[in-house]
């Protein structure tokens, strides 16, 4: 009797303050602040959800709004900014950038309770959201729900952006046993369980829902949502079969600019699918405290070196099987028929970097270090056997192994790795050994991913065992010399690119190649650098690099030009000559002078260079600075570094 009378209570409350808080709160406020000429950050963003908000906490699964305003407070203290829909879109679709720890508010459910309880909260913290709603509740009889008379007000109210969660809510295939099943991820079901959808149908019911969801929600708000949330999680791209997800990907890649299909981790980073995105649903029990401990255990990180409590910390995502830690060993096993698979939170993004790790061999299984994983797709790893280590890599469908290296017959203990990954190449040593003569290639499709350990049994379960894990991302890290002999290759592990003359390679076409190799020996990516080179003379060196008595090695092992600004007095030329070299796939690297930078910030056209290289240490911040970091990735523009005064060699590295 008590729960039903606070929730009469409730919905009194409700309707008694809903005409005061649309005449206030969603007509007067000062709507959220967005700097976005300010912003500079290309990685990533945060993403947390609530399934509702109540009056006390005593609702279930939704959170109350004293606990709201507590995490939402907490949140902005931790220097969290709000971002809305058309940024995150932006954000993946146009490369622009989102502010220092970008946060994507969600409310899902489209719950009355959610808008009016938080909506003072956010108009108090300075933040926006984004209200996911299901398109047939806004016609619908429950007035618990936002109704299509109230949903343009939502959408007007600059603190919110309105979504689609599908159109119809209802479930389906519901029996007395207690199944039911979702509207989008089964077929319908007869008497007795018996199919009564052809796939056909399935595709076209699925396909309508879709559309009659955008179309509902664009009517009634005068605004076409941008975003989907897909019902149930982490079946899409997961685990639901193929028949089923073809239809849903098509629909959703036809009618909605993003889609969240996945819960539980909270951190999207720039190389995720912006139709696969991932949001963190918050427990009604949390605190702030939690809340941000929950946030801070999944955000990226560039250092991993003590591995003892990162099982208890939560660091691990166990896909399948079971993580535990003995000190600084960890072991995985995986469950009868399924492989182990657990991955490090925070190293989505890694790029370049180093890992230090010791596999104990076993004949019941292989162990498996991922180095890049993006999804089951796309991936880069070391399996280890009892017998022999070999490096996979899979882009599709095809599970490709690129390197295998056999263990003496009287090895005995732990397999000791210690990896370099950097760029498109693999440096791998194995107990010690140096075991490829030169570094192993990669695609450049799995360029970034996050690091994780697996657990492949032949006969049922099998125990996998790492131990002294050590894991460190390095920046990019540029050198520019005469010849490759200035170029000192003994601190090429951590060296990512080395810049090189032209000016020799109509000269000595075969040496230069042989440069390209001893460079590419390392690990080592080759620029040529075209200082005085206009575009007539661009167009000539990069037809005679594909056609030189060494064209092949160019082809492989040439990465790109370095280009003047200075040389290009119309901005128009040099955007269509970097289009030139990005057809014969040739990135660019763009040398600016004192003058070419402010160049740069004033040029109309739009230039899009792989690479910034400043002759110029970094400056403190300036508005010239955050004007160019707005407009270019930071994490790909390089500055003039001190060296030693005997060095012929000129180094390049990241700011800070």
Same mark, same amino acid.
Request: charged share 20%.
């Given at each position: 009797?008590?729960?039903? #009378?606070?929730?009469?209570?409730?919905?009194a409350?409700?309707?008694?303050?809903?005409?005061?808080?649309?005449?206030? @709160?969603?007509?007067?406020?000062?709507?959220?602040v967005?700097?976005r @000429?300010?912003w500079?950050?290309?990685?990533?963003?945060?993403?947390?959800?609530?399934?509702?908000?109540?009056?006390d906490?005593? *609702?279930?699964?939704?959170?109350?709004?004293?606990?709201?305003?507590?995490?939402?407070e907490?949140?902005?203290?931790?220097?969290?900014?709000?971002?809305?829909?058309?940024d995150?879109v932006d954000?993946?679709?146009?490369?622009?950038?989102?502010?220092?720890?970008?946060?994507?508010?969600?409310?899902? *459910?489209?719950?009355?309770d959610?808008?009016?309880?938080?909506?003072?909260?956010?108009?108090?913290?300075?933040?926006?959201?984004?209200?996911?709603?299901?398109?047939?509740?806004?016609?619908?009889?429950?007035?618990?729900?936002?109704r299509?008379?109230?949903?343009?007000?939502?959408?007007?109210?600059?603190?919110?952006?309105?979504? %689609?969660?599908?159109?119809?809510?209802?479930?389906?295939?519901?029996?007395?046993?207690?199944?039911?099943?979702?509207?989008?991820?089964?077929?319908? @079901?007869? =008497?007795?369980?018996?199919?009564?959808?052809?796939?056909?149908?399935?595709?076209?019911?699925?396909?309508r829902?879709?559309?009659?969801?955008?179309?509902?929600?664009?009517?009634?708000?005068?605004?076409?949502?941008?975003?989907?949330?897909?019902?149930?999680?982490? $079946? #899409? *791209?997961?685990?639901?079969?193929?028949?089923?997800a073809?239809?849903n990907?098509?629909?959703?890649? !036809?009618d909605? %600019?993003?889609?969240?299909?996945?819960?539980?981790?909270?951190?999207?980073?720039?190389?995720?699918?912006?139709?696969?995105?991932?949001?963190?649903?918050?427990?009604?029990?949390?605190?702030?405290?939690?809340?941000?401990?929950?946030?801070? &255990?999944r955000?990226?990180? &560039?250092?991993?070196?003590?591995?003892?409590?990162?099982?208890s910390?939560?660091?691990?995502?166990?896909? %399948?099987?079971?993580?535990?830690?003995?000190?600084?060993?960890?072991?995985?096993?995986?469950?009868?028929?399924?492989?182990?698979?657990?991955?490090?939170?925070?190293?989505?993004?890694? !790029?370049?970097?180093?890992? !230090?790790?010791?596999?104990?061999?076993s004949?019941?299984?292989? &162990?498996?270090?991922?180095?890049?994983?993006?999804?089951?797709?796309?991936?880069?790893?070391?399996?280890?056997?009892?017998?022999?280590?070999?490096?996979?890599?899979?882009?599709?469908?095809?599970?490709?192994?690129?390197?295998?290296?056999?263990?003496?017959?009287?090895?005995?203990?732990?397999?000791?790795?210690?990896?370099?990954?950097?760029?498109?190449?693999?440096?791998?040593?194995?107990?010690?050994?140096?075991?490829? =003569?030169? =570094?192993?290639?990669?695609?450049?499709? $799995?360029?970034?991913?996050?690091?994780?350990?697996?657990?492949?049994?032949?006969?049922?379960?099998?125990?996998a065992?790492?131990?002294?894990?050590?894991?460190? $991302?390095?920046?990019?890290?540029?050198?520019?010399?005469?010849?490759?002999?200035?170029?000192?290759l003994? !601190?090429?592990? $951590?060296?990512?690119?080395?810049?090189?003359?032209?000016?020799?390679?109509?000269?000595?076409?075969?040496?230069?190649?042989?440069?390209?190799?001893?460079?590419?020996?390392?690990?080592?990516?080759?620029?040529?650098?075209?200082?005085?080179?206009?575009?007539?003379?661009?167009?000539?060196?990069a037809?005679?690099?594909?056609?030189?008595?060494?064209?092949l090695?160019?082809?492989?092992?040439?990465?790109?030009f370095?280009?003047?600004?200075?040389?290009?007095?119309?901005p128009?030329?040099?955007?269509?000559?970097?289009?030139?070299?990005?057809?014969r796939?040739?990135?660019?690297?763009?040398?600016?002078?004192?003058?070419?930078?402010?160049?740069?910030?004033?040029?109309?056209?739009?230039? @899009?260079?792989?690479?910034?290289?400043?002759?110029?240490?970094?400056?403190?911040?300036?508005?010239?600075?955050?004007?160019?970091e707005?407009?270019?990735?930071?994490?790909?523009?390089?500055?003039?570094?001190?060296? =030693?005064?005997?060095?012929?060699?000129?180094?390049?590295?990241?700011?800070?």
């Amino acid at each position: 009797m008590r729960k039903f #009378l606070r929730y009469l209570f409730q919905y009194a409350i409700l309707a008694a303050f809903a005409l005061f808080v649309y005449q206030t @709160a969603f007509r007067r406020d000062t709507p959220p602040v967005h700097d976005r @000429a300010l912003w500079s950050q290309r990685d990533g963003f945060v993403a947390i959800s609530y399934s509702g908000i109540t009056l006390d906490d005593h *609702g279930g699964l939704a959170v109350g709004k004293d606990t709201l305003r507590l995490h939402l407070e907490a949140l902005s203290r931790a220097g969290y900014k709000t971002v809305t829909t058309r940024d995150v879109v932006d954000f993946y679709q146009g490369n622009k950038p989102l502010p220092d720890k970008a946060l994507y508010l969600m409310f899902e *459910g489209g719950r009355k309770d959610s808008v009016l309880f938080s909506q003072p909260i956010l108009t108090k913290v300075g933040y926006n959201a984004a209200l996911y709603l299901f398109a047939d509740r806004l016609k619908g009889w429950n007035r618990f729900f936002v109704r299509d008379d109230e949903v343009r007000k939502v959408a007007d109210n600059p603190f919110w952006d309105v979504n %689609a969660m599908g159109y119809h809510s209802g479930l389906i295939n519901q029996t007395a046993e207690g199944h039911y099943g979702y509207f989008l991820s089964e077929y319908l @079901a007869g =008497p007795g369980g018996r199919p009564a959808e052809t796939p056909e149908a399935f595709d076209a019911r699925v396909a309508r829902d879709y559309k009659e969801a955008y179309q509902a929600i664009d009517a009634a708000t005068g605004k076409p949502p941008l975003g989907y949330l897909f019902i149930p999680a982490n $079946t #899409l *791209g997961v685990g639901l079969p193929e028949p089923l997800a073809r239809p849903n990907e098509k629909a959703l890649k !036809e009618d909605f %600019a993003l889609a969240f299909t996945r819960v539980g981790e909270t951190y999207n980073p720039r190389e995720a699918d912006c139709r696969a995105l991932t949001r963190m649903q918050v427990g009604p029990d949390w605190t702030a405290d939690r809340l941000l401990l929950e946030i801070g &255990s999944r955000m990226p990180k &560039s250092r991993f070196l003590d591995f003892a409590a990162s099982v208890s910390q939560g660091l691990w995502q166990v896909g %399948a099987g079971e993580i535990a830690a003995e000190g600084q060993r960890l072991t995985l096993a995986n469950p009868a028929g399924k492989d182990g698979f657990a991955r490090l939170r925070g190293s989505e993004g890694f !790029e370049n970097f180093q890992c !230090e790790v010791k596999v104990a061999p076993s004949p019941d299984g292989a &162990s498996l270090i991922y180095l890049r994983y993006r999804d089951a797709g796309s991936f880069v790893r070391i399996q280890t056997t009892a017998d022999r280590v070999l490096v996979q890599e899979k882009n599709g469908p095809s599970l490709n192994t690129i390197f295998q290296y056999v263990l003496p017959l009287d090895h005995t203990g732990p397999v000791a790795y210690d990896c370099c990954v950097k760029s498109n190449r693999l440096l791998l040593s194995v107990d010690g050994v140096n075991v490829s =003569p030169y =570094p192993i290639p990669l695609a450049a499709e $799995t360029g970034r991913g996050s690091f994780a350990l697996g657990s492949l049994g032949d006969q049922g379960s099998h125990v996998a065992s790492f131990a002294d894990l050590r894991l460190a $991302t390095f920046p990019p890290r540029w050198v520019e010399a005469g010849r490759v002999a200035d170029v000192p290759l003994a !601190e090429a592990r $951590t060296l990512t690119t080395m810049v090189l003359p032209a000016a020799s390679l109509t000269a000595d076409p075969i040496n230069d190649a042989a440069a390209l190799v001893t460079a590419a020996s390392s690990g080592v990516t080759a620029f040529l650098d075209l200082p005085d080179a206009d575009a007539a003379k661009v167009g000539e060196i990069a037809q005679f690099v594909a056609n030189a008595p060494a064209s092949l090695v160019f082809a492989k092992l040439l990465r790109g030009f370095v280009l003047s600004l200075d040389r290009f007095p119309d901005p128009a030329v040099l955007a269509k000559t970097m289009a030139d070299l990005r057809a014969r796939g040739l990135a660019v690297a763009l040398r600016l002078s004192p003058a070419g930078k402010a160049r740069l910030l004033a040029a109309d056209a739009a230039l @899009a260079p792989d690479w910034l290289l400043f002759d110029l240490p970094p400056a403190e911040d300036t508005d010239d600075m955050t004007a160019l970091e707005n407009r270019f990735d930071k994490t790909r523009m390089l500055f003039r570094a001190a060296v =030693p005064g005997d060095s012929t060699a000129i180094y390049y590295d990241v700011k800070g």
